[in-house]
């Protein structure tokens, strides 16, 4: 994955002994305060407490003295290495592995490992305390076990090995190529079971031809995604820790043929597991269209060794339930049909797209997982795609319901020698059904409506064109409707004349539209386009040229037309013609609300009531792209300060209270040091620079 438009990682400043803090020049953010390390004394100043994490910069040791570990209080149990097949060959060298799930194999050290950020409520799954998480004196642990230096009593490391269909064609054999299963930390009197692993480990039997590293971009996108959906209240992995180093390793960030040298960086994975659809894939016989075949296939004693695992393990209800194996596969295999179609509705509704959809990045349990090239939609788009690579937009916002429910039927296929596909066929015709309640559902919180009604649907779907229409910022405009009152209240028609001039201030502007709205493909490329389809289907559909770009092309064609014939004042006033139709029919709504709901509450107390669950559901913040560009520009720096208060905020997405701006004089350095401006405010539109960020 690489971000275009980095900037040059600068040296970062040298300090007596081998403390650092979060980090600017000198600066340890402890727990509520600031240390400033001198040779002789600190010096302490107030600071805002932080739920983040002190960073230290280790040289490979404990500790002149010795402390107590807090990770030695860890408690594994191995249940996966235990019950599922592993390989049988013990060197570390890329190769076909057969016949087994894991591969057991070692972390690559890393050059004095330094923390970046913890996310205390991630480690807290783990028993972990937030004090000592956060405590100085722990910060060198932390580093070296989570860096994957060394290795807690009771961990097994191990790489997972599994296969994928990748952009609609079967990829074969994939695997752990740079994620390491460290073990299954248990919790409680409950045994609550967490599986934790390394993301940047180093290499695996199934690295391929890559190094098995991953850089401080990446690492800092992950972590803060993995946190910002979590606290946004949809289902996915954690991200416990973030570690950085001095080991560098080559990356070409522009595909330009000009390599540069990056941090190798690792972040701590949390899951009750990392299981996948492509775990199921590893017993595929040859597949018609690309050849490949999984490195199992055929050995279907694993797969049923495999599926018993699953089920008992993470679904103890279906084992319990069911006694024979076809009954309990369809019923997990319905279960994760239910949860994977809940899951893409919450990821519509908060305008998310993954980027990467392959059957090797969707989990059985029904949660976000492999934080690649996702992005957040800012002025809203249908067809929004997040990962610049994907040019035939197969993985676009608005495919995401369709890729998903391609992808359960690839898992049928897979479970097919224990259930036949036409079995579980069946159970595939709910995922729609359950979609649609779960996402219209979601849909009437965010407009703060308690009862349905027959025209929510349409209701919604002209909230989208009008956002399209007028270039508005997804997030922001759902989140300003709750500050129109009912209908019935003394203030409705001046509060509505104050939101429609804030909505007018959330449209793009003609240029953005413009910029965004120019079609890729010159008439001549569109045209030899339209006749490869003709001739060649499949060939046009392998370079990016379906249906669907096609369909796609002419639209932007279009709009491109209609825009090129408005002015900037043109624009404004259609905008705000627009906005003022679809808000009728949202008062229109929100009067048969009025009339349906007999709660003997006062208009006061109902509205507070509405615009309570609104701003409940509709975030302030999420992790637009260009807030994440800013965290990693400063970061390359050598300063961490803006990854954690960018995760202090993605921690509270739906308050009004928590700070948006940073006094902290690193921001300013930072914003000196760079070619754009440094953004304070994190609930604004985007700016200008993010149109041209690429994510790949």
Not at 127 to 142: A, F, M, N, P, T
Not at 453 to 470: F, G, I, R
């Amino acid at each position: 994955m690489t971000f275009r438009h980095l900037f040059n990682s600068a040296e970062k400043s040298r300090f007596f002994g081998q403390f650092l803090s979060i980090n600017y020049r000198g600066h340890s953010l402890l727990s509520g305060h600031v240390i400033k390390l001198t040779e002789n004394r600190s010096e302490t100043a107030n600071f805002p407490k932080m739920s983040v994490s002190v960073s230290r910069k280790c040289s490979g040791t404990v500790g002149e003295k010795e402390q107590k570990l807090i990770l030695n209080t860890l408690k594994f149990d191995n249940l996966a290495l235990r019950t599922l097949p592993i390989d049988t060959v013990t060197a570390n060298y890329t190769r076909t592995v057969s016949g087994a799930c894991f591969s057991r194999v070692d972390p690559t050290p890393i050059l004095n490992p330094e923390v970046v950020a913890v996310s205390t409520p991630a480690l807290g799954l783990l028993g972990l305390k937030h004090d000592d998480v956060i405590s100085s004196q722990h910060q060198q642990e932390l580093a070296e076990i989570f860096s994957g230096n060394k290795k807690l009593s009771g961990s097994e490391t191990a790489a997972h090995c599994y296969c994928g269909h990748q952009f609609g064609g079967f990829a074969g054999q994939l695997g752990d190529g740079a994620a390491m299963y460290l073990g299954e930390v248990v919790v409680g009197e409950g045994g609550e079971r967490w599986e934790i692993q390394l993301k940047g480990a180093g290499k695996t039997p199934y690295s391929r031809s890559a190094d098995g590293r991953k850089v401080l971009r990446s690492s800092i996108r992950e972590f803060l995604c993995s946190e910002a959906m979590y606290h946004l209240g949809i289902a996915t992995t954690r991200a416990g820790c973030l570690v950085t180093s001095d080991t560098m390793v080559t990356r070409d960030i522009h595909y330009t043929g000009e390599p540069v040298e990056e941090k190798a960086s690792v972040v701590l994975r949390i899951a009750q597991t990392f299981i996948r659809f492509g775990s199921f894939e590893i017993f595929k016989t040859v597949d018609p269209m690309t050849g490949g075949r999984g490195p199992s296939v055929g050995q279907t004693d694993i797969l049923h060794t495999l599926l018993n695992y699953v089920i008992s393990t993470f679904y103890p209800e279906v084992d319990a339930e069911y006694s024979d194996s076809v009954g309990k596969c369809k019923e997990f295999y319905k279960q994760v049909v239910l949860k994977t179609a809940a899951l893409v509705a919450e990821w519509q509704a908060v305008g998310f797209c993954h980027g990467v959809l392959n059957t090797d990045n969707m989990s059985i349990m029904g949660v976000t997982i492999d934080y690649g090239p996702f992005g957040f939609i800012d002025q809203f788009d249908p067809h929004f795609v997040c990962n610049g690579s994907d040019n035939s937009g197969r993985y676009s916002y608005t495919n995401q319901p369709s890729m998903c429910r391609w992808n359960l039927m690839k898992l049928a296929e897979a479970l097919s020698p224990v259930v036949s596909k036409e079995i579980l066929m069946t159970q595939l015709e709910l995922y729609q059904v359950e979609y649609e309640r779960c996402y219209i559902d979601k849909m009437r919180q965010k407009l703060g409506l308690l009862t349905q009604h027959q025209s929510d649907s349409d209701l919604v779907q002209a909230l989208l064109d009008t956002m399209y229409d007028t270039g508005s910022d997804y997030t922001n405009t759902l989140r300003s409707l709750s500050k129109l009152p009912l209908p019935e209240s003394t203030n409705y028609q001046s509060e509505r004349g104050h939101l429609v001039e804030y909505l007018l201030t959330q449209c793009s502007t003609l240029e953005s539209m413009l910029k965004l709205s120019k079609p890729s493909l010159s008439p001549s490329e569109f045209q030899l386009l339209i006749q490869m389809l003709e001739l060649n289907p499949q060939l046009a559909a392998m370079i990016g040229g379906g249906p669907q770009r096609m369909s796609r092309e002419m639209d932007l064609a279009r709009r491109y037309e209609q825009l090129s014939a408005l002015s900037s004042d043109g624009k404004v006033e259609a905008d705000r013609v627009r906005w003022g139709q679809w808000l009728d029919k949202y008062t229109d709504r929100l009067r048969i609300e009025t009339e349906t709901t007999t709660t003997g509450l006062s208009v006061e107390q109902r509205n507070n009531n509405r615009v309570t669950l609104m701003n409940n559901n509709n975030p302030r913040y999420i992790l637009r792209n260009y807030i994440a560009e800013q965290a990693i520009s400063v970061a390359e720096q050598g300063d961490f300060t803006e990854v954690n208060r960018i995760l202090m905020l993605l921690q509270q997405p739906y308050t009004d209270h928590a700070p948006i701006t940073s006094s902290h004089p690193s921001s300013q350095s930072a914003a000196s040091n760079s070619v754009r401006p440094l953004v304070n405010t994190f609930d604004c539109k985007p700016p200008d620079w993010s149109l041209d960020l690429s994510v790949t």
